[in-house]
């Protein structure tokens, strides 16, 4: 695992950029950290320094570092990575809502990271290995969600399955949704957020805003269809949102730009002047996801609402039960 992979780009892979090229083949690889290997040189294309916006041509060699989620951490021997403790065994079979023979589909709690970090000792990634143990190959992350976002995560048993969703999660076939409660009502009640965003560095953290005239180069576009479900007044409503691209911070980024950021949504302003009542925690859920099963048929599984969402959707007279069908 633990070595440099080399991938010579197809007919049809060229004029693809090189991020789009990581999320078919990586989809475990965030954006941030594959800016990271092509910072520092550690992903090129042809032999030469590569930017994540780089366009492929066909018989282009890639070089692909050891990944972080196949090293093993600080070189640890196979033998010193632990199973599970009961404790964490319980904590992952109360995250299943979904289980074949092929992947998980887990509820993530809001404030449990997905992976690992300098502060960060206690995430998803971290249980993955170590039931890697007990069944014989690590389960692997197909997608992402942000530390306090709640809601769905798939997860491949297996490395071939994570490639095979990994190429369908690259593409439309994946049907995500998920419900926030924001500040204000959004007009029109029914939209499309097309904006691209661009990262910005700051000393609280990164954040994507949108970019600006010049920063062609640099941006990804994203783009965000919205939906009014209900509203209290003026004050608030329940949005569902259904992301058509997967960037990082994509539905706050969308939603602070519009005018409306997520309730608890400390990099985008959410969090100041919450109404009375509401708890000061994101409220961005990943309710429900679509996609087709690499064996044949569809799996739509849904994630009911975490404790300080449903306190607020108590406190406005929201019904989570109320849109439970396609109409979602």
């Known amino acids: 695992m633990n070595e440099v992979k080399r991938h010579v ?15 078919i083949h990586f989809p475990q690889v965030t954006f941030a950290y594959l800016n990271k290997l092509t910072r520092t ?18 018989e282009q060699e890639i070089r692909v570092p050891p990944l972080a989620f196949d090293k093993r951490p600080a070189d640890t021997p196979k033998a010193d990575i632990k199973p599970l403790t009961r404790g964490e065994r319980r904590l992952f079979d109360s995250l299943v809502i979904h289980e074949d023979r092929d992947v998980f589909v887990l509820n993530k709690p809001s ?17 993955l290995m170590g039931l890697g143990v007990e069944l014989g190959e690590r389960p692997l992350l ?11 995560i798939v997860v491949a048993k297996r490395r071939a399955v994570a490639s095979a969703l990994g190429k369908l999660f690259a593409t439309r076939a994946v049907k995500k949704t998920y419900w ?11 939209g499309k957020i097309d904006v691209a965003l661009i990262k910005a560095k700051g000393p609280e953290g990164d954040r994507m805003r949108a970019s600006g005239e010049g920063e062609e180069d640099d941006e990804q576009r994203a783009v965000t269809h919205y939906c009014v479900i ?14 058509v691209t997967g960037r990082q911070h994509q539905l706050r980024a969308h939603m602070a730009h519009i005018g409306h950021p997520i309730f608890g949504d400390d990099k985008y302003h959410g969090d ?51 849109y439970d069908g396609p109409e979602e």
């Not at 780009?9 to 999320?23: I, T």
């Not at 040189?41 to 066909?58: C, I, N």
């Not at 404030?111 to 990634?125: E, I, M, P, R, Y």
């Not at 002047?273 to 961005?284: F, I, S, T, Y």
């Open 142 to 152: 197909v997608h992402r969600l942000d530390r306090d976002t709640s809601g769905v």
């Open 111 to 127: 404030g449990f990271a997905v992976q690992g970090g300098s502060k960060t000792h206690h995430h998803l990634d971290g249980l």
């Open 180 to 190: 926030a409660a924001v500040k204000g009502v959004p007009k029109p009640a029914q």
């Open 230 to 243: 209900d509203k209290a007044g003026h004050v608030t409503a329940w949005v569902s949102l259904k992301p």
């Open 41 to 58: 040189g550690q992903v090129r294309v042809a032999g030469a320094r590569a930017k994540t916006s780089s366009r492929l041509e066909v």
């Open 9 to 23: 780009v197809s007919a049809d892979e060229a004029g693809m950029r090189l991020d789009r090229w990581f999320k």
């Open 272 to 322: 100041e002047d919450l109404p009375e009542g509401v708890p000061n925690r994101l409220h961005l859920h990943a309710r429900r996801i679509v996609f087709p099963h690499p064996r044949g048929g569809t799996v739509d599984v849904s994630a009911p609402l975490p404790p300080h969402m449903l306190e607020t959707w108590k406190l406005f007279g929201f019904d989570p039960n109320r």
